[in-house]
């Protein structure tokens, strides 16, 4: 399956973005009028393209060889500064991201790697007009390190600009949001992501189509869930959600695999699917329920199925033993 998808570009990699140009005019204002706030707070859900933004802002101010062929903030490919952003090369670029630790990535962006951002602003630009720091995603700071990136908002930098991508603004610090001018992005409608996933990946239409709902208004998660595999586990979801749910022993290969965690098999990673494109089934059903019982019975569900992964994370559960549990539990409703 993985084999089938179109390999899909980092945001600092791609020169084009559509569904931004309100953004994009919004940003060339601020610039054209010398009013360039020094951070700006980039919303929406994950995979609209808010981190193409930032890495084409940060291409806009850094670079010199505009282009409008590739839109309001164009840059040419074969401009230095943007192929040394692409390269990860740039002297006035940071950018802040989860870490990987083992092979495996944090859950939190530290305060240490925060309060290089402080020593980064402290330089002037080496090359550049501007000094650029991407932040993605600023839901990814904990207490520390949000209270760190507070002090770097409370005294701007000269000559230096923040890019704050945030899923989740309603969880940042009040006084982060403040500081910050804020962009946001919206969900795409499903034929503009149907486009988008079709033409970068070879979908049957009856795949294609059940991948659309399950992006939910984000064409760059629906490429994902496709090139991880998604669509088998929403398969095995609708199975046991078909009323006459696969035998036990049917089972036995899904619970080998959940049980793995090896460097093939990322076993907690496909269980996490799995419990993500169910729970979004279980949804559907709640809110489709033809009788007020049934209704509440999905809506209990539902809402046991949003604490499945921190409780089996948190005091490491049996994922085995967790699936069975709700193999039963939706043999009971059905």
């Excluded at 919004?26 to 393209?49: K, M």
Aim: hydrophobic share 40%; with cysteine.
């Amino acid at each position: 399956m993985n084999a089938e998808v179109t390999t899909v570009a980092h945001p600092r990699a791609i020169y084009e973005l559509i569904h931004a140009e309100a953004q994009e005019q919004a940003f060339l204002e601020a610039v054209s009028r010398g009013r360039l706030h020094h951070a700006w707070l980039l919303t929406g859900p994950e995979g609209v393209g808010k981190a193409s933004f930032a890495y084409r802002a940060a291409r806009f101010l850094m670079g010199h060889d505009r282009d409008k062929s590739y839109g309001l903030l164009g840059m040419s490919p074969d401009d230095a500064d943007a192929r040394l952003i692409t390269a990860q090369s740039h002297p006035d670029l940071l950018v802040l991201e989860r870490e990987e630790k083992d092979g495996k990535t944090r859950k939190n962006i530290l305060v240490d790697a925060v309060r290089e951002v402080g020593e980064f602003f402290s330089k002037a630009p080496s090359r550049s007009a501007y000094r650029v720091c991407i932040v993605d995603a600023v839901d990814d700071l904990n207490v520390n390190s949000a209270n760190a990136l507070l002090k770097i908002l409370e005294e701007p930098p000269e000559r230096g600009v923040l890019f704050l991508i945030s899923h989740s603004p309603g969880k940042l610090l009040p006084t982060i949001r403040s500081r910050c001018r804020r962009l946001g992005f919206t969900p795409w409608d499903d034929e503009a992501v149907k486009y988008f996933i079709e033409s970068r990946a070879e979908i049957p239409s009856e795949s294609l189509e059940r991948l659309v709902v399950m992006a939910r208004g984000s064409p760059g998660r629906g490429l994902r869930l496709w090139a991880e595999g998604a669509l088998e586990m929403d398969q095995l979801a609708e199975k046991l959600l078909s009323g006459e749910p696969p035998s036990r022993m049917d089972m036995l290969p899904y619970i080998t695999l959940f049980k793995t965690n090896s460097a093939k098999v990322d076993g907690p990673q496909k269980f996490a699917q799995f419990i993500a494109v169910l729970s979004n089934r279980v949804q559907e059903l709640a809110l489709s329920a033809e009788t007020p019982a049934k209704a509440r019975q999905w809506s209990e569900m539902w809402a046991r199925l949003s604490t499945v992964i921190a409780e089996t994370e948190g005091i490491n559960l049996d994922r085995g033993e967790y699936f069975w549990s709700i193999y039963k539990s939706l043999s009971d409703i059905s």
